[in-house]
């Protein structure tokens, strides 16, 4: 089954972040907790966790790109 | 609060200390920590090093180039700056910087100084920058550090961060260029930086405050943490942003242009066009510089090994690293 995992919601006021790396790649094992990216919005940075477990099946941005919050990150194929 | 004296000027040794207490030894209350180092440029998480370094300069005047784990622009700190941290568990999803700034102005207003606090989280007093701050969080965790410029070498700061930026394409988050002033300038009576890093401590760690001591074990963790994670060249290039990047070589042989692109600090694609004559073609330049570091010493060794050297017309495999790369 596929799960997408969206971009959360840092501060009232974000309007988006930039998703600055990648900490797993497609192919790999997820687990629910364990950093998937990285993302900045006004100076901070922000590891976001995996709220689910699974093989990443798909980045759905590169790094770099500016992604809202409620966006489809990820796709995650779990069981 | 719980002050933590790191005793150190080696910025990847405090770094590695703000990680030490984020991830492995968390305490039971709010960490802080009062640094300072040895002359540094600190890049932030998502900046190329090259669109924010004059990286020949930093060189030449002895002065190191890190990446922090938290946001923003670049800032350039030395001997005659401080830098302050807190660590704590982070309390809700909000994000704040006031939470940790108020102390710090608090305590700048005790010396006589009104600082106020701009759109960007920078500290600024009579509208010029004294302060910058920035965040990172992870595990449920949040780190908090800020700068404070107290007789900072402010033109050595210009000139380390002027940077020409060639044609270079990339999605970093660029510095902002600030007008900064040091905190020594508008003290009521004069002070040295000692006795200002005394006051403020005191004033941030209040009366009910406490101090833990780095034991032996704790500093050979840390000294770890600082290697591995922010001394290293991974850390420092391989963990930037990718870019694209344009260079032109003029020779009395020709010119050669050379078309790269970089990721993780290391050449993906290389294409080289130009007037230049050789018994290579530019396929064979590009195959040779693809896969290895973009730093001056791995392009020359990549071009050496093609057997570069003879095979164009009046360049040398020097010269054509030279440049390819600053």
């Keep these: 089954m596929e799960k997408q ?39 901070v940075v922000n590891q976001i966790e995996a709220t689910a477990s699974g093989v990443l099946k798909k980045q759905l941005w590169e790094e770099g790109d500016q992604v809202a919050p409620g966006d489809p990150v990820a796709i995650l194929e779990t069981e | 609060m719980i002050y933590i004296e790191t005793g150190s000027a080696d910025v990847c040794y405090n770094f590695g200390a703000e990680y030490y207490f984020t991830v492995e030894k968390p305490l039971e209350d ?9 002359p540094t440029l600190m890049v932030g998480r998502y900046q190329n ?21 938290s946001g923003g622009g670049t800032i350039y700190t030395d001997p005659g700056g401080w830098q302050f941290t807190f660590i704590e568990d982070a309390r809700e999803e909000d994000i704040q910087f006031q939470r940790y700034i108020a102390p710090v102005t608090g305590a700048l207003a005790e010396l006589g ?72 300038w508008h003290l009521p009576a004069p002070m040295d930086a000692e006795a200002f890093k005394a006051k403020i401590v005191e004033h941030i760690l209040g009366p009910e405050g406490t101090v833990y001591v780095i034991t032996p074990e704790d500093g050979r963790r840390i000294r770890e943490l600082g290697e591995e994670r922010f001394a290293s060249w991974e850390s420092t290039y391989g963990q930037g942003p990718a870019f694209n990047i344009e260079r032109v070589g003029r020779f009395s042989g020709g010119t050669m242009r050379f078309r790269l692109e970089v990721k993780r600090g290391v050449i993906r694609q290389a294409a080289v066009s130009g007037d230049f004559f050789a018994t290579l073609d530019g396929e064979a330049f590009g195959n040779a510089l693809a896969g290895c570091r973009y730093e001056r010493d791995a392009v020359r060794a990549a071009l050496e090994a093609l057997g570069a050297d003879g095979t164009v017309y009046r360049v040398s495999a020097e010269e054509m690293a030279k440049a390819i790369v600053d």
């Design chain 1, 5 to 43: 995992l969206a971009m959360p919601r840092l501060r009232p006021e974000m309007t988006s972040g930039v998703l600055c790396a990648w900490l797993k790649e497609e192919g790999d094992t997820v687990e629910a907790g364990e950093p998937l990216y990285e993302v900045e919005t006004d100076k």
């Design chain 2, 30 to 38: 709010t960490v802080f920590l009062f640094w300072r180092t040895t």
């Design chain 2, 49 to 69: 090093v090259l669109e924010e370094v004059d990286r020949a300069y930093a060189a030449a005047h002895g002065i190191r180039i890190v990446r922090r784990m």
């Design chain 2, 113 to 184: 100084v009104e600082a106020s606090f701009n759109g960007r989280n920078d500290l600024t007093v009579g509208g010029k920058k004294i302060s910058g701050n920035a965040q990172y969080r992870l595990g449920g965790r949040v780190v908090h550090h800020g700068s404070l410029l107290f007789d900072t070498d402010l033109e050595q700061m210009a000139a380390a961060t002027t940077v020409d930026r060639y044609k270079i394409q990339s999605k970093s988050i660029p510095s902002v260029r600030e007008r900064v002033t040091n905190i020594a």
